[in-house]
């Protein structure tokens, strides 16, 4: 499975922007997908995560303003950022995981190459 991921770029702060990560075939064991993010100087984290089933996870720092989901059709993932702050600002990534890691440690099963996000004050 290879993703690739788009719709990044430069922002204000309080704008908006919707990234996109589309999935080569080989996705019938997926189980869920996310995306994490890495801003410079720190950790990769995890910023949400949504199941097949519709379960979604969010980091605190975004809930209420981002949003993930999923077009299973198009095998594809979004991530929905509104109200973004420069604090967003870092790589986005998009994962998929297939349903053992899902259920266990969460660890991503697949990478995307990363986005771009800078939010500027």
């Known amino acids: 499975v290879q993703l690739q991921a788009s719709g990044g770029g430069l922002v204000q702060a309080g704008g908006f922007l919707r990234l996109s990560c589309i999935a080569s075939?080989?996705?019938?064991?997926?189980?869920?997908a996310g995306w994490y993010r890495q801003a410079p100087g720190k950790q990769r984290e995890l910023v949400a995560v949504?199941?097949?089933?519709?379960?979604?996870t969010y980091a605190d720092p975004v809930k209420g303003r981002f949003i993930i989901s999923i077009d299973s059709a198009k095998k594809t993932v979004y991530l929905q950022m509104n109200s973004l702050k420069p604090e967003d600002t870092a790589v986005y990534y998009c994962?998929?995981?297939?349903?053992?890691?899902?259920?266990?440690?969460?660890?991503?099963?697949?990478w995307g190459q990363g986005t771009q996000v800078t939010v500027s004050s």
């Open positions: 949504r199941s097949t089933g519709g379960i979604a």
């Open positions: 994962t998929l995981n297939k349903l053992q890691s899902y259920y266990s440690d969460r660890r991503p099963d697949y």
């Open positions: 075939d080989g996705t019938f064991s997926i189980e869920a």
